[in-house]
């Protein structure tokens, strides 16, 4: 179905430190550093950050996304292992089991064969000197065109993040607010501002928040509620926003949206 080494030209995946993980010299301190909620990586940043979180040019990355193939599955009474596999490496994700939600609902299992692609939510541990990915949300990959958006995200994400880390050298003011970390989710230059989203953007937030759906809130719908208040384009240029910011997140596709921190 994919050849997975399609998507290798020019060699970004191959080169460790163009992650801006812990072997490159760019990355900040311990203190001070930059943070995110989520962000997209590839498995060989993974494999290659240090005992604490990924890092990418500075900046801490607390939930990870990874498309990814399904090359094992171990299902054990407590807990699954799979082991998954994309164009940079191989590792073992871990999905403990809810054994009161299975018993209520058997849709709490990950419904996910060997071979199958896969998009995993979950942070990176070190267990016994080896990486691994204690994942909390998989999601069977449908349509072929989402393991190449991935590998895009990938990459814009990385450039992104490698020019906030060169603005915020150039930028840094030592009377200001520097001693703050230089992050989306805190509002250095906006007073009024709620975990770096201003009101307008709050708008859009809260309404993808207090969606219960686990599809999350549509496009549309959102739309509809907030058309009297602002313009289609900068509706569409606030979700744009926080996709990148790691606020929401996509989830059944590109019109339905979920909070970060509904997880």
């Given at each position: 179905?994919?050849?997975?080494?399609?998507?290798?030209?020019?060699?970004?995946?191959?080169?460790?430190?163009?992650?801006?993980?812990?072997?490159?010299?760019n990355q900040?301190?311990?203190?001070?550093?930059?943070?995110?909620?989520?962000?997209?990586?590839?498995?060989?940043?993974?494999?290659?950050?240090?005992?604490?979180?990924?890092?990418?040019?500075?900046?801490?990355?607390?939930?990870?996304?990874?498309?990814?193939?399904?090359?094992?599955?171990?299902?054990?009474?407590?807990?699954?292992?799979?082991?998954?596999?994309?164009?940079?490496?191989?590792?073992?994700?871990?999905?403990?089991?809810?054994?009161?939600a299975m018993?209520?609902?058997?849709?709490?299992?990950?419904?996910?064969?060997?071979?199958?692609y896969i998009?995993?939510?979950?942070?990176?541990?070190?267990?016994?000197?080896?990486?691994?990915?204690?994942?909390?949300?998989?999601?069977?990959?449908?349509?072929?065109?989402?393991?190449?958006?991935?590998?895009?995200?990938?990459?814009?994400?990385?450039?992104?993040?490698?020019?906030?880390?060169?603005?915020?050298?150039?930028?840094?003011?030592?009377?200001?607010?520097?001693?703050?970390?230089?992050?989306?989710?805190?509002?250095?230059?906006?007073?009024?501002?709620?975990?770096?989203?201003?009101?307008?953007?709050?708008?859009?937030?809260?309404?993808?928040?207090?969606?219960?759906?686990?599809?999350?809130?549509?496009?549309?719908?959102?739309?509809?509620?907030?058309?009297?208040?602002?313009?289609?384009?900068?509706?569409?240029?606030?979700?744009?926003?926080?996709?990148?910011?790691?606020?929401?997140?996509?989830?059944?596709?590109?019109?339905?949206?979920?909070?970060?921190?509904?997880?």
């Open positions: 179905m994919w050849n997975d080494q399609s998507v290798v030209g020019g060699g970004f995946f191959n080169s460790t430190n163009q992650f801006g993980n812990a072997n490159t010299p900040a301190q311990k203190t001070g550093r930059r943070t995110s909620r989520t962000a997209p990586i590839v498995i060989r940043q993974a494999l290659h950050s240090g005992d604490g979180d990924i890092t990418i040019w500075g900046t801490e990355i607390m939930i990870v996304s990874i498309v990814a193939r399904v090359r094992n599955v171990r299902i054990q009474s407590t807990k699954i292992t799979y082991t998954i596999q994309d164009i940079t490496g191989r590792m073992r994700a871990v999905f403990w089991l809810d054994q009161e018993e209520e609902d058997d849709k709490s299992t990950p419904k996910v064969q060997v071979n199958d998009q995993i939510y979950g942070n990176v541990k070190t267990n016994k000197g080896k990486k691994v990915l204690m994942a909390f949300k998989i999601m069977p990959v449908t349509d072929v065109n989402a393991i190449t958006f991935h590998y895009l995200q990938c990459i814009n994400n990385k450039l992104k993040m490698e020019a906030d880390s060169k603005k915020e050298k150039v930028n840094i003011n030592p009377t200001s607010s520097a001693t703050l970390p230089a992050n989306s989710m805190v509002g250095m230059n906006d007073n009024t501002s709620i975990n770096g989203l201003n009101p307008r953007q709050m708008m859009v937030f809260n309404l993808i928040r207090a969606s219960t759906l686990e599809q999350g809130i549509s496009k549309q719908d959102m739309y509809a509620t907030l058309k009297d208040r602002m313009s289609q384009m900068e509706f569409e240029n606030i979700l744009e926003w926080m996709c990148g910011e790691g606020h929401i997140y996509s989830t059944i596709d590109e019109e339905h949206f979920r909070a970060t921190d509904a997880f």
